[in-house]
């Protein structure tokens, strides 16, 4: 058994932070370098990590890693992090977040800006279904044109730290109303704004990776479904898990990053099937149950039992959900699961979440506390 010191210590102390966090600064550094949904304020891991007092030797793995915020705390404690997400644009992010970026980023980023520019460069529109209602035509074409030039470069952390630039600016230039509202709108992007708007982008990451000084260098990024991943793949001892899993009925990660999918090659349709919890999936003819997300958190917990070392924790954020008018108290069912897999629950903190988090405060699910789980293998 790993030695983790103060045990007692370590959890009476997790009882004295404030877990709200009512002065987080969510909208700058590393974290913020692209919009994600209900993701972590980075005090979560950070507090956690620091308080649980995880081994040195010991990597922090988040089996739902969204755009990688504990993979990022887990960096920056010197500690190796693994993450597993199903959706390739949480995979992009997590990994242009914690690989390094080359010196040579911002002069390739200023040559495909040039390339793409070109009047007589006409680059293929790929054949994305109702384009036309989501991105004006010039606008289509800049993209396509940025988006050829970007394939051309040949170093993989460049080519992909300009894919989240140019990702991060989509719906931005599209007609889409915002990140959380899908009603086409008339909006003056004028003609140059994709190229204007992708060369501001560059910077702000180049300006986030100068400040990002990570002790660990190591990430393993997993693009995978959670349901499909096995012990194998989890290729370090785990002292620490820190995650959020997708909660039943609450949001759609691949709607939210759909046309980014199609204007990277992926398939978000590929992406909307495996989702745990996807809204789309209550609406059909056999919606799923809660039974259904008991074995899907059962399968999960399981494998997290394999893969921690004993003595490691697992950390669990979670609130409630609302399925057709009953809510369904996530937490409970969480700790239920974690007992049958054998772990032990060490605690439970409560926290509010702020109400400008509205990729959580979707009106039908009214959701404004979730629950921090504290599990610790035996
Ligand atoms: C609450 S978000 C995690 C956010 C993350 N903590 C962050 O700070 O960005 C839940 C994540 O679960 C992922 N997810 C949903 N179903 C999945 C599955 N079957 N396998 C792996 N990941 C899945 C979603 O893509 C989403 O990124």
């Known amino acids: 058994m790993v030695m983790y010191t103060q045990e007692n210590t370590a959890i009476a102390k997790l009882h004295t932070v404030n877990w709200d966090f009512p002065d987080s600064n969510k909208s700058n550094g590393i974290h913020a370098i692209h919009p994600y949904p209900a993701r972590f304020i980075a005090e979560i891991p950070r507090t956690l990590i620091s308080l649980l007092d995880i081994p040195a030797g010991m990597a922090i793995l988040d089996p739902f890693c969204g755009s990688g915020s504990t993979l990022v705390e887990a960096q920056l404690t010197g500690h190796a992090a693994i993450g597993v997400d199903l959706n390739p644009i949480a995979c992009l992010i997590s990994r242009v977040k914690t690989q390094p970026l ?3 980023f911002l002069n390739e980023a200023a040559w495909c800006v040039e390339q793409a520019r070109q009047p007589h460069k006409i680059a293929a529109i790929p054949p994305i279904p109702n384009l036309d209602h989501w ?8 993209i396509a044109n940025l988006r050829h030039a970007i394939g051309q470069v040949n170093d993989l952390y460049i080519r992909e730290a300009m894919q989240l630039a140019l990702s991060s600016i989509l719906v931005r230039v599209s007609n889409q109303e915002s990140d959380t509202r899908y009603a086409a709108i008339k909006k003056k992007v004028q003609s140059g704004d994709v190229f204007q708007q992708f060369a501001t982008a560059v910077q702000q990451l180049w300006a986030a990776k100068q400040t990002y000084r990570p002790l660990s260098t190591e990430c393993q990024v997993i693009e995978k479904n959670i349901m499909l991943t096995e012990p194998a793949d989890i290729t370090r001892p785990v002292g620490c898990v820190i995650t959020s899993p997708p909660y039943p009925n609450a949001y759609e990660y691949w709607l939210y990053h759909k046309y980014r999918m199609f204007w990277l090659d992926r398939d978000p349709l590929a992406v909307k099937v495996q989702e745990i919890g996807a809204r789309a999936h209550y609406f059909r003819k056999n919606p799923p149950t809660i039974e259904d997300f008991q074995v899907q958190m059962k399968h999960v917990l399981q494998l997290l039992h394999q893969v921690v070392v004993p003595g490691g924790y697992i950390c ?20 239920a699961v974690a007992r049958q897999c054998g772990l032990l629950t060490i605690t439970n903190l409560s926290r509010q979440i702020a109400a400008s988090r509205k990729s959580f405060n979707l009106s039908h699910a009214n959701i404004k506390t979730e629950q921090i789980l504290i599990f610790q293998k035996p």
Do not use: C, W
């Open 102 to 104: 080359p010196d040579m």
């Open 316 to 335: 669990i954020v979670i609130g409630r959900s609302k399925i057709h008018g009953q809510i369904v108290d996530n937490a409970s069912l969480v700790t």
């Open 135 to 142: 991105f004006a035509s010039p606008v289509q074409q800049e």
